[in-house]
């Protein structure tokens, strides 16, 4: 129930606050406009109030249940350290209800403002935004998404199943390649390999995501979810969808999944129940936790001694399993984008940025050192290998 | 009393921070015991020269 | 009248700092009405040149979080320093060091080690490391140097004042907010919190600090409503700074020290190592050995997030320092 709020608070800020924007303001439009505040301006002050209302209560809930709703402290070996109040389920229960109809809201706010406009549509089905690849995402045993439990199932590019696996034994079937220009490192299928930056059957690289997740799955758990899970599969041509945009269509699809399963879970008679944890009875030595992340698969892997204390840890978050489709999404924009005798301008630069912020705004978990910030640089050169313009941004001056 | 156990959990701390045990000592000595005291304090100096300087914490350079 | 300028930045942060600047909720459009947010990477669009096409003290206050670990975060805090007239450490790691200071226990040589070779799902055979500076066929591509040393952002530049905790409750934010506005901010150094300890705002009840043992967290089901710190669970509460809400205890877990050291004390762990032994019931050494064994990683539990802002602020070094 927390997770379920925790993706509904989340799914709201990254499509709001960085995926709408371009949409709602236009991929080329003002800076200094083209951000939340500018889409509250335009689709006015009572949406945008909706918008942080539904957001706030998501919110509220996991204060409730976890201490804090940023960093929460409940968590600890043998379950969860308070229980649930009938009076504190009530609330959540009726915040749950509005969340549904708001996740519905904004299905139709996509609807109306982007797939309703021919160039919008086009932006997110055309080729520069496109990328074949391998899908990875948890499911349960019915091959239904899960954000919490299940095994990891991976797609290839026509949708069919090439591996599933139970968490402990991700390191059979996933590798990190490193290169000198990066601290973030570069995941890869090892049934494959490294190739490379390439696309493809032959390629190690898979993506994790919403989108990921909806091409692994088999449906979603719940009604309304599933129904449009059905209608973006068929708007778009059929399972697997390609389209890195199309990352947020299945974002609010998830939304209004996680509100369903968020109500469905606040109506569990058991949700109230005193018995929260109970005694460890035993140390373990090893363990891997895999959950999905709102941007995608999370694999925790901890070596502890015999008091528990953590003595190594492996991470592989969301963001670093995308790294390698990341820099082949923006590279891809850039060259379709930059055509010969045209001005290069800092529209051209936010285009770049859409396909990286289909899949995070986060660098901070995945290089593990936390620079904060992605430096980036479009440098364009003529045919005869001289520069013609630079544009930059997050750099040291040269 | 409290420096039995203040001393002890702070050495064990120390060691985390890579400072070794030698470097604190706790004992007890009477004001009466000149003799004893004196032996201390050079058995204490000898081990701290033994270790050589402690080897810098990194931080700013005027710490 | 012109409006006020405001910048937000993230430096060696989770992110969960700028998510409760979001957690302001309505009040962020308040916030908007009332100031320029003229900088703020995760939600507005402003690049580094934008910053330095500013005038020097044009920006009015700076919220800066996270703590400064490497060559781009501290060149960040120097540029944003220039251009703002009132510079916040904003967090725990900025006020601190924080989680990313615990860093401070180990070595970038290390780290690197770890991370790109002995990590379990590393396949790096040909041992490469990433460079600050790498020649490809199209130029050169140059990444941030990463410091050894985790540090606060005062160890870096002039801090006018401190948010504690991580991340900052929502109240104090919206407090601070409210000051800038009307002119009202505190002398200069203030932390802007509560000046008593975290067991002055806690409201489980409190009789006599004597305990025989120390229990983690998951080793007993403690008693909601009596002090936890007399149940055997190691709470920081009595060297925190308060101001928080108690959210942590009110979740039945104990303080682990986010707002730092309270007034009056310089090196949080140190007093909470004083604090624990002297409440430790001990009738000779065994009593003494046992609770050595029940506090199993001191250093972390009593520097959890202040590693950076600490007396000895890091383990010691190999061999001299390389870098801060």
């Known amino acids: 129930m927390f997770y379920c709020a925790h993706m509904v608070h989340s799914h709201i800020a990254h499509f709001y606050a960085l995926a709408a924007p371009d949409f709602v303001l236009g991929p080329t439009s003002d800076p200094a406009e083209r951000n939340i ?110 954000f919490y439990d299940g095994d990891v199932r991976v797609v ?243 | 009393m409290k420096a039995a156990r203040r001393i002890p959990l702070m050495k064990k701390m120390l060691a985390q921070f890579g400072i070794e045990e030698e470097r604190v000592r706790l004992d007890w000595v009477s004001a009466s015991e000149g003799d004893r005291f004196a032996q201390l304090v050079n058995e204490m100096t000898e081990e701290i020269r033994r270790l050589g300087p402690f080897s810098g914490n990194g931080g700013k350079a005027d710490d | 009248m012109t409006k006020p300028k405001i910048a937000l930045y993230w430096a060696a942060a989770c992110g969960g700092c700028d998510v409760a600047v979001l957690d302001t909720n309505e009040k962020i459009l308040d916030i908007a009405n009332l100031a320029d947010i003229v900088f703020w990477p995760v939600a507005l669009d402003f690049k580094y040149h934008h910053v330095e096409e500013m005038a020097d003290t044009s920006i009015d206050l700076c919220l800066f979080n996270g703590a400064v670990r490497n060559s781009e975060q501290e060149e960040i805090a120097r540029l944003l320093r220039a251009k703002s007239k009132v510079m916040v450490a904003f967090g725990a790691c900025a006020c601190f060091g924080g989680i990313p200071a615990l860093g401070n226990f180990t070595t970038r040589d290390e780290i690197f080690e770890r991370v790109y070779i002995e990590s379990p799902s590393s396949a790096n055979e040909n041992r490469t490391f990433p460079q600050t500076l790498t020649k490809v066929e199209e130029g050169e591509l140059d990444l941030p140097e990463m410091f050894d040393t985790v540090m606060t952002l005062a160890q870096v530049v002039d801090v006018e004042y401190f948010i504690p905790g991580c991340p900052p409750p929502v109240d104090i934010i919206l407090k601070v907010v409210d000051l800038f506005a009307s002119g009202q901010l505190p002398p200069v150094g203030a932390i802007i919190a509560s000046d008593k300890t975290l067991c002055d705002e806690c409201e489980r009840t409190k009789e006599e600090k004597k305990i025989a043992r120390i229990y983690r967290p998951h080793q007993i089901i403690p008693d909601p409503n009596r002090c936890l710190l007399e149940q055997g669970i190691i709470c920081c509460g009595p060297a925190t700074r308060g101001g928080c809400g108690v959210r942590c205890v009110k979740a039945n877990m104990p ?69 801060a």
Request: net charge negative; aromatic share 8%; glycine share 8%.
């Open chain 1, 37 to 146: 505040l500018g889409v509250v301006a335009k689709v006015g002050l009572e949406i945008g109030g909706e918008v942080i209302k539904h957001r706030a209560y998501a919110q509220d809930i996991q204060n409730t249940i976890g201490g804090k709703a940023t960093h929460p402290v409940f968590g600890l070996p043998g379950g969860i350290s308070k229980p649930v109040t009938e009076e504190e389920r009530k609330g959540f229960e009726e915040k749950a209800r509005s969340e549904v109809e708001f996740a519905k809201f904004s299905l139709k706010l996509f609807n109306d403002v982007v797939l309703e406009n021919k160039d919008y549509l086009a932006l997110i089905t055309g080729d520069i935004y496109t990328m074949k690849s391998y899908y990875m995402g948890l499911v349960d045993s019915q091959n239904r998404i899960n």
């Open chain 3, 255 to 323: 303080c682990r020290g986010c707002f730092g050291p309270p007034p009056g004390v310089i090196d949080q762990g140190a007093k909470l190592v004083s604090a624990i032994a002297s409440i430790y019931q001990s009738d000779g050494q065994e009593d003494i050995n046992r609770m050595l064994e029940d506090i199993v990683d001191p250093a972390g539990t009593f520097y959890r997030f202040g590693m950076a802002d600490s007396m000895l602020k890091r383990k010691s070094l190999p061999q001299g320092e390389r870098r």
């Open chain 1, 156 to 398: 290839d590019e026509d949708g069919k199943e090439i591996v599933r696996f139970s968490p402990a034994e991700y390191l059979d079937y996933i590798a990190e390649h490193t290169e000198p220009w990066s601290y973030l490192k570069f995941p890869f299928l090892k049934k494959t390999g490294w190739k490379g930056f390439i696309e493809g059957r032959e390629s190690g690289i898979y993506r994790v995501s919403p989108l990921a997740r909806l091409n692994v799955a088999d449906g979603m758990a719940t009604p309304l979810a599933q129904a449009e899970y059905e209608k973006m599969y068929q708007t778009l041509g059929g399972k697997p969808v390609h389209a890195t945009l199309a990352f947020h269509w299945a974002r609010l699809i998830e939304l209004l999944y996680a509100a369903e399963r968020l109500l469905d879970l606040s109506q569990d008679k058991e949700i109230t129940s005193p018995e929260v944890r109970t005694i460890p009875t035993a140390t373990p030595d090893e363990g891997v936790g895999i959950v999905e992340a709102p941007r995608g698969t999370l694999i925790h892997h901890y070596q502890t001694d015999n008091n528990g204390i953590v003595q190594k840890a492996n991470l592989i978050v969301a963001t670093c399993h995308n790294y390698p489709a990341m820099n082949m999404s923006i590279k891809k924009v850039a060259q379709a984008a930059i055509k010969k005798g045209e001005e290069v301008s800092e529209g051209l630069l936010n285009m770049v940025e859409m396909a990286f912020r289909a899949y995070d705004p986060c660098f901070g978990c995945a290089t593990h050192t936390l620079p904060g910030q992605m430096p980036m640089e479009v440098t364009i050169y003529d045919s005869q290998g001289e520069v013609v313009r630079r544009l930059s941004q997050n750099l040291p001056d040269r």
